[in-house]
Every structure is written in structure tokens, then in C-alpha cells.
């Protein structure tokens, strides 16, 4: 039977906690390709967390992730293997 190998996806959320996305940054930069992502709003919209918007993309071999302040969301584009780099960035995020 010849299954078809799936992209990872994996969300993560933090409910209680922000995660600074200027020290992530700094932490993560000298490793992985890092890029401020910005999202801004408009100047009368009504949203609990407009200021919260930005994310960080943080890309090495195989896998990339895209960082807010409450979310964490790692994908592939097609299916591979974690290399080391990889590997190193999902235990990174996890901590």
C-alpha cells in the first residue's frame, strides 16, 4: 500500500502569556532566515487585539514558521524530512 507523505502543519497557541516578538527575533536571527511580518490596521476599526498583529517568519531548511504574540504556526511546503536545522528551530519554538 503506498501512502502519500503529508506537509507537517502544527499550531501552537499561548493563552495566558505574550511572546515579544523583538526578543524572539534576536534569540532566533543568528540561525534562521528571520522576517518581521507587519500587519497594521486601519484607524477605526474595532479589534481586541490590533496591536498584536505582527509575526515574525522564521524560515530554516525544511520547515518555516510564522510567530505572533499568541500563536505559533510550523508548515512545510512539501513533504520532507527534518534536517538538524529544522529540527533545532521546532525545539526552539516549543521552549
Do not use: C
Not at 499550531?11 to 502569556?17: D, L, N, Q, S
Not at 531548511?61 to 510567530?67: F, G, K, Q, R
Not at 505572533?68 to 528551530?89: D, W, Y
Amino acid at each position: 500500500m503506498d501512502e502519500k507523505t503529508e506537509p507537517y502543519h502544527h499550531v501552537r497557541f499561548r493563552w495566558w502569556t505574550r511572546l515579544e516578538l523583538g526578543e524572539v527575533s534576536a534569540g532566533l536571527d543568528d540561525e534562521f532566515d528571520v522576517k518581521m511580518m507587519p500587519r497594521p490596521g486601519t484607524k477605526y476599526e474595532v479589534a481586541i487585539h490590533k496591536d498584536d498583529r505582527s509575526e515574525l517568519e522564521v524560515k530554516s531548511d525544511t520547515l518555516t514558521a510564522l510567530l505572533s504574540s499568541f500563536r505559533a504556526v510550523l508548515s512545510q511546503r512539501e513533504p520532507a524530512p527534518f534536517t538538524p536545522r529544522a529540527r533545532a528551530q521546532n525545539v526552539s519554538l516549543k521552549n
